[in-house]
C-alpha cells in the first residue's frame, strides 16, 4: 500500500489523528504561505504525534546551512526541497544534514530533463503542480495519464512521492494511474488553509487502503 503524507500541518491535534490514521508521514511548511511555521511552532506541532510517522520539513530557497539547522531543531527525518532545486542543490544539502531528501519536481505537462539526475541525487522525486506564485498545497492536480509513461520510463525502482490535488475523492485514480510509493496531500483534506479535517482525512486514509485492496 502507498504511504501517505499529511502536510501543511499547523495543530497538534492534526498531526496527532494523522498517527491514529497510520500516517507515514507529517509535513510542516518553512516555505512560506498561509501554513508556515516558526520552528518552534513546528516542533510543537509535530510532538503531537505519538506514532513513528517520519517528520518532513517543506523548504523554498532557504541556504544549505539554514536548512541543517532547522532539521536540527525541529527533528526532522525528511527535507522537501521546493523551489526548483538541481542535483547541486541536493548534494549541498546533504552536506549539512544525514535526513531524508525528497527533491519537488513542479511540472506543467511532462517531465523536465534533470528529473533524472533528481532521482539520481535525491533520496526520493516529488511531483507536484507548477503554478505561478505558489510552491504548493494549492489544490491543483498533474495530469496523470499523460504523465505516466514519461515517469514509468524515468523511475525504474526510485521512489516517487506525488502531491498536487489529491483528495479523497481522487486518490485512488491518482494510485491506479501513476502507482508512487507516497501520496502526499495537504488542501484536498482542509476546511481551511492548515486547519484539517478530520472526516476528510479518515476518508482519504481508507480510500487509499480501498486502492490497495483492489489492487491485490
Given at each position: 500500500?502507498a504511504?501517505?503524507k499529511y502536510?501543511g500541518?499547523?495543530?497538534?491535534?492534526?498531526?496527532?489523528?494523522?498517527?491514529?490514521?497510520?500516517?507515514?508521514?507529517?509535513g510542516?511548511?518553512?516555505?512560506?504561505?498561509?501554513?508556515?511555521?516558526t520552528?518552534?511552532?513546528?516542533?510543537?506541532?509535530?510532538?503531537?504525534?505519538?506514532?513513528?510517522?517520519?517528520?518532513?520539513g517543506?523548504?523554498?530557497?532557504?541556504?544549505?546551512?539554514e536548512?541543517?539547522?532547522?532539521?536540527?531543531?525541529?527533528?526532522?527525518?525528511v527535507?522537501?526541497?521546493?523551489?526548483?532545486p538541481?542535483?547541486?542543490?541536493?548534494a549541498?544539502?546533504?552536506?549539512?544534514?544525514?535526513?531524508?531528501?525528497?527533491?519537488?519536481?513542479?511540472i506543467?505537462?511532462?517531465?523536465?530533463?534533470?528529473?533524472?539526475?533528481?532521482?539520481?541525487?535525491?533520496?526520493?522525486?516529488?511531483i507536484?503542480?507548477?503554478v505561478?506564485?505558489?510552491?504548493?498545497?494549492?489544490?491543483v492536480?498533474?495530469?496523470?495519464?499523460?504523465?505516466?509513461n514519461?515517469?514509468a520510463?524515468?523511475?525504474?525502482?526510485?521512489?516517487?512521492?506525488?502531491?498536487g490535488?489529491?483528495?479523497?475523492e481522487?486518490?485512488?485514480r491518482?494510485?491506479?494511474?501513476?502507482?508512487?510509493?507516497?501520496?502526499?496531500?495537504?488542501?484536498?483534506?482542509?476546511s481551511?488553509?492548515?486547519?484539517?479535517?478530520?472526516a476528510?482525512m479518515r476518508?482519504f486514509?481508507?480510500?487509499v487502503?480501498?486502492a490497495?485492496q483492489e489492487?491485490?
Amino acid at each position: 500500500m502507498a504511504e501517505i503524507k499529511y502536510c501543511g500541518l499547523t495543530r497538534s491535534e492534526d498531526a496527532a489523528f494523522a498517527g491514529v490514521l497510520g500516517a507515514a508521514y507529517l509535513g510542516v511548511i518553512f516555505a512560506g504561505g498561509p501554513r508556515m511555521l516558526t520552528p518552534v511552532r513546528a516542533a510543537e506541532v509535530l510532538d503531537g504525534c505519538r506514532t513513528a510517522a517520519r517528520r518532513v520539513g517543506v523548504f523554498g530557497r532557504a541556504l544549505p546551512a539554514e536548512i541543517g539547522r532547522i532539521v536540527r531543531e525541529v527533528r526532522l527525518d525528511v527535507i522537501q526541497l521546493h523551489g526548483d532545486p538541481v542535483a547541486a542543490d541536493v548534494a549541498a544539502v546533504r552536506r549539512e544534514s544525514a535526513a531524508q531528501i525528497w527533491a519537488v519536481v513542479r511540472i506543467t505537462d511532462s517531465l523536465p530533463p534533470e528529473v533524472e539526475e533528481l532521482f539520481d541525487a535525491a533520496d526520493a522525486v516529488l511531483i507536484d503542480a507548477r503554478v505561478p506564485g505558489s510552491l504548493g498545497g494549492n489544490g491543483v492536480a498533474v495530469d496523470w495519464p499523460a504523465l505516466r509513461n514519461a515517469l514509468a520510463a524515468r523511475r525504474g525502482e526510485r521512489r516517487v512521492v506525488l502531491a498536487g490535488g489529491l483528495a479523497p475523492e481522487n486518490v485512488a485514480r491518482a494510485l491506479a494511474t501513476l502507482s508512487p510509493d507516497v501520496v502526499d496531500v495537504s488542501s484536498g483534506v482542509e476546511s481551511a488553509p492548515g486547519i484539517k479535517d478530520h472526516a476528510r482525512m479518515r476518508a482519504f486514509a481508507a480510500a487509499v487502503a480501498g486502492a490497495a485492496q483492489e489492487k491485490r
